[in-house]
């Protein structure tokens, strides 16, 4: 089965033909970011007309890619939430209308589940051990932690589409904690990359910021640490090592991530984690979780860089689970900003 998958979420514009929720036949992701760097963040009305100007060279590039034509397309997925809802509506209808115009099957994925789906597509693991094996993909039941711009979620998840969410962020997400910094720091724009980049030359442990909420279950908790790194610099001033403090925020907030991470799937007894969402491009996070994950007898999945960030192949693989789920979404199915899992 041939899904076109779209997602127009936050400001990528994205379109992917997967195959059997698997194989990536392409992938397409335009991104807005030059636009939005010189506002610090981005600016939903920009996001909504971006989309709208690219989403039909998107489609068809990533048609073009696929070498499937159209009337081979066996279902047509688009992402209806969470997200920007001018941003959400653009790709939405543009699905609608393509899975109308060729009376084919629409479905309506949620964002989150698609991140989590990222873990499905043949692509190369990143843990060296599963290489190994010659492994790959998760297997039930596991534990997923979902970390973006907008989301902190700790996620059991027991069979396609059977989730229990364990936690989630009682404040800021940990994506918006990096571009909150970054952007207080003026250090560039999207935080989490710059800071990612500009920590691999600053130690660690030069500054001890608070690992807020350690003590209590799954929840999270970022926006103490984006202040704690606020006072530090009304306090001291700005580091003559930049590099310093960025990188003992970066590892607060990992160490943070993995510990909860790592209690969750203990306590659930489950042999797999996976991880999911942009943070998850995160080069500390991903060498952390996998030496703990090694350490504590864990299989680990984390996907490759570019089905961290928004991109539509994830879309395509979760539309896929759920249409063998017999899921098929009516063409008057609406944006929802705030989906939950
Ligand atoms: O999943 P995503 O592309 O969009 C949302 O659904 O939010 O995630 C974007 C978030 C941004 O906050 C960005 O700063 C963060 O992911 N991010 C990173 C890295 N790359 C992207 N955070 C930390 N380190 C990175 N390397
Ligand atoms: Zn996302």
Not at 135 to 147: E, M
Not at 154 to 169: P, Q
Not at 171 to 193: Q, S
Not at 198 to 208: E, N, T
Request: net charge positive; hydrophobic share 40%.
């Amino acid at each position: 089965m041939k899904i076109l998958a779209i997602e127009t979420s936050c400001d990528e514009t994205s379109a992917a033909v997967v195959k059997n929720g698997k194989e990536i036949l392409s992938n397409v992701v335009a991104s807005q970011v030059e636009f939005h760097k010189k506002y610090g963040g981005i600016v939903p009305e920009i996001a909504s007309r971006k989309h709208i100007e690219v989403i039909a060279a998107v489609v068809n590039q990533a048609l073009a890619d696929s070498k499937i034509p159209l009337k081979r397309i066996d279902a047509v997925a688009a992402t209806y939430g969470p997200g920007l809802v001018g941003s959400l509506i653009v790709g939405l209808n543009y699905a609608k209308a393509i899975a109308y115009a060729l009376k084919k099957p629409f479905i309506s994925v949620n964002h989150i589940e698609g991140h989590i789906y990222a873990n499905f597509l043949n692509s190369p693991p990143f843990s060296p051990s599963l290489i190994k094996r010659g492994g790959r993909g998760v297997s039930f039941p596991f534990v997923c932690l979902v970390v973006s711009g907008g989301h902190t979620q700790l996620i059991l998840i027991k069979d396609h589409g059977k989730y229990e969410t364990l936690g989630r962020t009682r404040d800021d997400a940990a994506g918006e904690a990096f571009d909150k910094v970054a952007r207080f720091l003026g250090i560039g724009y999207p935080g989490g990359p710059v800071i990612d980049e500009m920590a691999k030359k600053g130690d660690p442990k030069a500054i001890d910021f608070p690992r807020a909420m350690m003590d209590e279950a799954y929840d999270f908790s970022f926006s103490g640490l984006k202040t704690a790194v606020v006072n530090y610099v009304k306090r001291n001033g700005k580091p003559k090592k930049l590099p310093d403090l960025v990188a003992s925020f970066q590892q607060a907030a990992v160490d943070i991530l993995v510990e909860k991470t790592i209690k969750a799937a203990k306590n659930k007894k489950v042999k797999w984690i996976a991880l999911a969402g942009g943070v998850s491009a995160n080069s500390r996070l991903r060498a952390d979780l996998s030496s703990r994950t090694k350490k504590e007898g864990f299989d680990v999945s984390i996907p490759p860089l570019y089905l961290c960030t928004d991109n539509a192949a994830m879309i395509g693989s979760a539309a896929y689970y759920l249409i063998k789920k017999g899921k098929k979404s009516n063409l008057d199915v609406e944006a929802v900003s705030t989906l939950r899992i």
